[in-house]
Structures are given as C-alpha cells and as structure tokens.
C-alpha cells in the first residue's frame, strides 16, 4: 500500500500564493490545504493535523504571530513563517513566539521545499530520537558530549560544546540569538550578544572544513545546516 502524501497547510490571503504554491506543493509530493484566513487555518490544523503550516504574518483577521499563538496552544507542528516583512524584529519575534523558520517573501521555490523537507524529516525522526546527530562530514554525540569531523574528535571547551549542541538538536532550523544566551549562558545574559559573536568565531575555527554548515542568519540568530553525507 502507497504511503498518503505528508499534507501542508498554506495559511495566506494572497490567492496567487495559493496557485503557485498548491501546484508547487503536489508536484513536490506534498498534500496542499488551503486557509486564506487565521480562522480558518486553525480550525484545519486542528482538523486536519498537517505535517507543517506556512503561515503568512499579514492575515485579513488577526496578526499571523496572534495565530501563531493560538496554533502553539493545541499543536506542535512545525511552522515555517512566509512573509514580506523583513524586518529582523518581525523575525525574531515570530521564531520566539515558536515559529521553526522564516522566510522573505518573494522566496525561491527550491530554498522553500528545502526548508519545508527540513522541518518533516525532524517531525518523521521525533518517533525515534537519536542522540548522535550528522550533518555532511560532521558527527555530534549528544550523549557522551563528543563532536567529530571527518572522524576526527573535535577539542572543545565546555561552552563551545553547549552552543554547537543547542543549535545541533534544532538542526537545520534557525536558533534566535535570545535562545542561545539564555540556554548557553542563562537568562542573565539575554543582552550579551557579543558573547556569542566570539564563541561562534572560536566554534567555526574548531570545525574547519565543516564551518560552513554553522550559518548565520543576520540580526536573528545561527543555524546549524543539515546536509546528507
């Protein structure tokens, strides 16, 4: 028997998004729902329990990051923002609020579905977590606290160890810069970027060749990429 297609639900007023993405989204392989206000995308995601939602922010009856709330309030789904405003602060502030990845409109249709593979495959691996994660020729050992590139352990102090796990076990998905201080250095230190600035700088010395997988997205926070080996 043929697995049902993993359903998406495009959560957006624009009906021209709606076109180009429902088409995009089942040549993808993709089940496309459509909601084109907060409304009545919630009563589906309730309903219909999506694999993930692409929610627009500027929505005909209530704030997208309003949504986003109400959505977090029954739904763990993962959430990937598409919207005009590209202002770091609408970003920072939808990824808090517990959105899993951001992107500006208008968007490539590649970068998209690659965001969108990213957000299912961590859903599809949460029923079996494991506690070695890879990405390229990078291996992470969240058990035994061991990170190798190439087979080869890196040497890492305890607080470049904790930044490159926090951002490995959302891997692929951007990690505010609020979440890092607080979860690496506690909520004392929520302002301190520049902490961050030079643990990042001293992590991607360490990783060499793997250094580019270690993304930062400007004015919000860093990314651990995932790549297949």
């Known amino acids: 028997m043929t697995a049902a297609p993993l359903s998406v639900l495009v959560i957006d007023d624009e009906p021209q998004i709606h076109r180009f993405l429902g088409a995009a989204l089942e040549a993808a392989g993709y089940a496309a729902l459509r909601a084109e206000t907060a409304r009545e995308g919630l009563r589906l995601a309730a309903s219909r329990g999506p694999a993930c939602v692409l929610l ?10 309003e949504a986003l709330a109400r959505l977090r ?9 598409i919207s005009a405003r590209d202002r770091e602060a609408e970003k920072v502030a939808a990824l808090d609020a517990g959105a899993d990845d951001y992107v500006e409109k208008p968007f490539g249709l590649a970068e998209l579905l690659a965001r969108l593979r990213a957000a299912t495959r961590r859903v599809l691996l949460a029923t079996a977590p494991s506690p070695i994660v890879t990405s390229g020729q990078l291996e992470i050992d969240l058990e035994r606290r061991v990170a190798r590139v190439t087979g080869v352990e890196l040497s890492l102090t305890p607080r470049e160890w904790d930044l490159l796990a926090a951002l490995a076990r959302d891997l692929g998905r951007v990690v505010t810069q609020r979440r890092l201080l607080t979860e690496v250095w ?5 302002e301190d970027s520049q902490y961050l600035r030079v643990y990042v700088g001293q992590l991607r010395a360490k990783l060499g060749e793997a250094a580019r997988l270690l993304r930062t997205e400007p004015g919000v926070g860093y990314r651990l990429l995932e790549e297949e080996r």
Do not use: R, T
């Not at 627009?56 to 990051?65: I, T």
């Open 56 to 65: 627009d922010l500027g929505l005909p009856d209530m704030d997208g990051k």
């Open 73 to 81: 309030a029954f739904s763990s789904v993962p959430v990937i923002i």
């Open 186 to 190: 506690g909520p004392a230190h929520v």
